[in-house]
């Protein structure tokens, strides 16, 4: 079975948290796994162009909407849910997950996420790490 590689994930989590002004940056080079960035509402402040990719979404139609637009219906209360865990928590584990992209088919996907509280407004950040299965 094709893997989230975690040597990557856990290479980009301690580049942002050495240089939390550049994260944008850091996450703009990655090819491989798609990033994105919710605020503590889980809504969209930042995606990579891989993000992108998997999802056929254009960064612009993203950034401002509630992450669970890549939801099924049937899993955006449960992903909200674990969204907020996350944030208050700090922790979550890898896991599996069917999700959506803009034109409804669904695709499956292993995500890895990271907490930080020094990016952007200095607020806690999700940062999900999406690799396709």
């Known amino acids: 079975m094709n893997t989230i590689n975690l040597r990557k994930t856990r290479e980009i989590k301690d580049a942002i948290t050495e240089a939390p002004s ?14 994105c960035i919710t605020d503590s509402k889980g809504y969209f402040v930042s995606v990579n162009q891989r993000y992108c990719d998997i999802y056929d979404w254009q960064a612009s139609e993203l950034i401002g909407k509630h992450f669970t637009e890549v939801v ?4 955006k209360d449960q ?22 992209k803009k034109d409804q088919s669904k695709i499956k996907i292993q995500a890895d996420a990271g907490w930080n509280d020094r990016i952007f407004d200095g607020n806690p950040h999700k940062i999900t790490f999406v690799h396709v299965m």
Request: charged share 30%; net charge negative.
């Open 72 to 75: 099924p219906a049937q899993h």
């Open 79 to 100: 992903l909200k849910r674990m969204h907020d865990a996350f944030i208050e928590n700090q922790y979550e584990i890898i896991r599996n997950w069917e999700v959506q």
């Open 22 to 35: 550049k994260v944008k940056d850091i996450t703009d080079q990655e090819s491989e796994l798609g990033i």
